[in-house]
């Protein structure tokens, strides 16, 4: 059973637009949710996080959007830029990290 | 500050044969982690060491897949007998105590079983 889920699998947008990246989990007592993003060849990397006792966070152009009553979260990535090109994953921690399947963003130009 | 250290890149082996892959976890960090990353299955955990003591191996195959963790500054993952489903990236994170904190990924070691 799939315990973090994202959606979509891929997006694509034009540069400048806003991606919105969703992600859904099973088990409440998950509360701290890190996404992180990779580039081909390389390992994850921190790109920003929430804890459950927040309903959203804000870093630059990222910002997480939390609804815990619906075991919901999104990444909305504002002016999107062909560098930020990349898989996003999110995940929830329990110590160890339980990745969702990711979403592949791909920014036009 | 290298980062975490995963060696070798890249490891090509023959079905049953053994592979061993080592990580160097970041200097101070007390917590070492290990995930396999595959098209299919995504990024799982394998296990986990803190203190170099092992705290969770709930994601590693029971058979032929063990890793140890013999001092701070080195973990090893070692599968025997090695299957052509064994060919993934195998990622190694570390992480200081604080279980919100950051956990930082090595650059994989991508795996392959002829």
């Known amino acids: 059973q799939q315990q973090v889920r994202q959606s979509p699998q891929s997006l694509t947008v034009w540069e400048g637009e806003t991606a919105i990246l969703n992600c859904s989990y099973e088990?409440?007592?998950?509360?701290?949710f890190p996404w992180y993003q990779q580039f081909p060849g390389e390992g994850p990397a921190l790109l920003i996080s929430i804890s459950s006792v927040s309903d959203k966070k804000e870093d630059g152009r990222f910002t997480i959007f939390f609804n815990k009553r619906e075991k919901k979260l999104s990444l909305h990535i504002t002016d999107s830029q062909p560098g930020d090109s990349a898989t996003y994953f999110c995940?929830?921690?329990?110590?160890?990290?339980?990745f969702g399947q990711g979403t592949k963003l791909s920014i036009k130009p | 500050n290298a980062g975490v250290i995963q060696t070798p890149r890249h490891k090509v082996t023959g079905k049953g044969q053994e592979a061993t892959l080592w990580c160097e976890p970041i200097?101070?960090?007390?917590?070492v982690f290990w995930y396999r990353q595959t098209i299919v299955q995504g990024l799982e955990f394998l296990t986990y060491f803190r203190n170099q003591a092992p705290i969770d191996d709930s994601g590693m195959p029971k058979e032929r897949f063990s890793a140890q963790m013999p001092n701070q500054s080195h973990s090893t993952l070692k599968i025997q007998s090695t299957q052509p489903q064994d060919s993934a990236v195998y990622l190694c994170a570390s992480r200081t105590g604080d279980n919100y904190a950051e956990q930082f990924f090595g650059p994989g070691t991508r795996l392959t079983v002829l």
């Open positions: 088990d409440s007592t998950f509360n701290y």
């Open positions: 995940a929830a921690s329990q110590g160890k990290l339980i």
């Open positions: 200097s101070g960090h007390s917590a």
